[in-house]
């Protein structure tokens, strides 16, 4: 029974909105059958008690149906309604949360049944809604293009021909029409945006139709001051001309200046542009941005925006590490590790936090620790497997551990050459490790020549695992 969607998915509820759902389950309007019900209590009971294994399906029946005889057959049917209703109950949160598409329907609903003595209750909360609303995403004037829409319709057509009307201030298109033309040009620059980004990644042969005129909107009034058309053109930017780092920063004026208005995905969406901006200028050597990127990532966390329902990914974890070491932040970086574990998945966080502390006692130096945490780590996949003894590589050689290093060198090539699932780029470039520092610990400093030798190899090679440790042990040596 573990196994089933609906065990799944209830355990990855909060407590509070297991209790939510436990309301609305005994809420007629939802559900009207009381098997229902307890069906979910006993699931509930066994998830807060950490029983989940041990439920059994004759078990949970006869919890719920007493000594009725059990029947497979029904026993699914409880499973895939109580599914549909936590379907359910979940678009009704959402629904909950968006006032705008609340005051949309009122409106839609009212003119359908004609209920025209409605109508001055909806404009002031329209217009309550406009005064509280801070969402300047383009889902926002898409919304108020639908209520626009449905405000115009909401006025009969007797209404429209009497003295009372006037056309100047009672007709709204113009309204309908500038939230339209908003959403349109923010949407379309939105998407071009993620085409862009996948296009750095694969090779794509795609493209978006109007893309010419949708920049030339973004460029002029009123559309350059709309703040979801301003960041994604920017964005556009950063990505078009990557080299001109002045888009980025004018990027990270308007997140400083808008970020609050755009929903929380929509933010760790815009953060995480501007993380992979900076990531990518750092891996160029542009040193500066290892700053940037830390800033970004701590400024992140502070408003809660990297977590997502409560949960850090574990490879979000592992990256932020790394930044904060690189820019000196030694003790923010523990800090972190150990404040931010609780929030990653159980079953990957003992090996997140093992390999996050063996990095921050590299940095350290402190190259025993280093080996003590990654000998706790779990090679359950490829990529602890190569960075795990990557980082064993480093340290081995620091240390002098020259026996243990040789045996390493042997058996991660191996690996390497046997692992179907890297690309050869990817395998050359830990073979080069691999081949480079068996070369150098073989050398001491009387070997200058094969020295210089060897660093005109590694600064020629295209790709290097741990290439500015690896200069730097070949500077020591030629400095000796």
Avoid at 63 to 74: D, S
Avoid at 117 to 122: K, T
Avoid at 173 to 186: E, G, M, P, Q, T
Avoid at 437 to 448: E, H, N, P, V
């Amino acid at each position: 029974m573990k196994e089933r969607k609906i065990i799944q998915a209830l355990q990855n509820l909060s407590v509070y909105e297991l209790n939510s759902f436990g309301k609305f389950l005994r809420s007629p309007y939802f559900n009207q059958q009381e098997t229902i019900t307890s069906f979910f209590d006993q699931i509930e009971k066994a998830i807060r008690q950490k029983k989940v294994d041990d439920i059994e399906n004759q078990a949970l029946w006869l919890a719920v149906m007493g000594n009725t005889p059990y029947n497979n057959q029904k026993f699914l049917k409880l499973s895939s309604d109580l599914t549909r209703l936590l379907e359910e109950y979940l678009a009704q949160k959402e629904f909950d949360q968006q006032h705008s598409l609340k005051i949309q329907l009122t409106i839609e609903g009212a003119r359908k049944r004609n209920l025209d003595n409605l109508y001055n209750g909806i404009i002031s909360e329209i217009d309550r809604l406009e005064k509280k609303e801070i969402n300047q995403s383009s889902d926002y004037y898409l919304t108020r293009y639908q209520i626009e829409k449905n405000l115009f319709s909401l006025k009969t057509e007797n209404e429209k021909k009497s003295e009372k009307f006037e056309i100047t201030s009672e007709l709204n298109i113009s309204n309908i029409s500038n939230h339209l033309d908003i959403f349109y040009v923010a949407e379309k620059l939105r998407h071009y945006c993620t085409l862009l980004s996948w296009k750095k990644m694969y090779q794509l042969d795609i493209s978006m139709a109007h893309m010419d005129q949708i920049i030339q909107f973004a460029k002029n009034y009123p559309y350059k001051n709309i703040p979801a058309i301003q960041i994604y053109n920017t964005i556009r930017l950063t990505y078009e001309e990557e080299e001109n780092i002045d888009h980025y920063f004018t990027l990270k004026n308007l997140i400083q200046e808008h970020i609050h208005q755009f929903p929380q995905e929509e933010q760790r969406e815009i953060y995480a542009t501007s993380i992979s901006y900076c990531i990518n200028k750092g891996n160029k050597n542009v040193i500066a941005f290892h700053k940037e990127t830390f800033d970004i990532y701590r400024e992140a966390l502070t408003k809660d925006i990297i977590l997502q329902n409560n949960q850090l990914s574990p490879t979000t974890y592992r990256n932020i590490v790394p930044i904060a070491l690189r820019v000196s932040e030694f003790t923010w970086a523990e800090n972190f590790i150990h404040d931010y574990a609780p929030y990653v998945d159980e079953k990957y966080r003992n090996n997140a936090v093992e390999f996050s502390l063996a990095r921050l006692e590299f940095y350290r130096r402190n190259f025993d620790k280093v080996l003590r945490h990654l000998h706790r780590v779990t090679y359950d996949d490829v990529w602890y497997n190569l960075n795990v003894k990557s980082i064993m590589i480093l340290a081995y050689y620091e240390l002098d551990e020259y026996d243990a290093l040789e045996s390493l060198l042997q058996s991660f090539r191996m690996y390497i050459k046997r692992e179907k699932s890297l690309s050869e780029d990817r395998k050359n470039h830990y073979l080069n490790l691999i081949r480079f520092t068996g070369i150098l610990m073989k050398l001491s400093g009387r070997d200058q020549d094969k020295l210089k030798k060897l660093k005109e190899e590694a600064t020629a090679a295209k790709g290097v695992v741990s290439k500015p440790w690896l200069m730097e042990k070949i500077d020591e040596l030629i400095k000796k």
